[in-house]
Nanobody, 121 residues
Framework: QVQLVESGGGLVQAGGSLRLSCAAS????????MGWYRQIPGKQRELVAA???????NYADSVKGRFTISRDNVKNTVYLQMNSLKPEDTATYYC???????????????WGQGTQVTVSS
């Protein structure tokens, strides 16, 4: 069964840094796009950053120049390096992947359980 397991969230002061990791496992045949979303209670989940299997990246305007997404295709892991954090970055961050399961051989979207990032002012 496919799982996305996130780690690296926590509490940090404004201006600080955190690195999120998300490892995908469970009979994966191929991973296409991977990304990070975030959500604040009462608001829609929003895209933070995404990366294709070839390494092309896309960022929300609010994080450009501060966040960097990367991936290790051997480890099936995606990372989000977050620098110069601001209080408005506080949210639950979710890992996302479009992948082909070796069991179903059907492309599908998967989500992690979420990791909390809190930035204090």
């Amino acid at each position: 069964q496919v799982q996305l397991v996130e780690s690296g969230g926590g509490l940090v002061q404004a201006g600080g840094s955190l690195r999120l990791s998300c490892a995908a496992s469970g009979g994966i045949f191929r991973i296409n796009g991977m990304g990070w979303y975030r959500q604040i209670p009462g608001k829609q989940r929003e895209l933070v950053a995404a990366i294709t299997s070839g390494g092309s990246t896309n960022y929300a305007d609010s994080v450009k120049g501060r966040f960097t997404i990367s991936r290790d295709n051997v480890k099936n892991t995606v990372y989000l390096q977050m620098n110069s954090l601001k209080p408005e970055d506080t949210a639950t961050y979710y890992c996302n992947a479009w992948l082909l399961s070796g069991v179903t051989m059907i492309p599908a979207e998967y989500w992690g359980q979420g990791t909390q990032v809190t930035v204090s002012s």
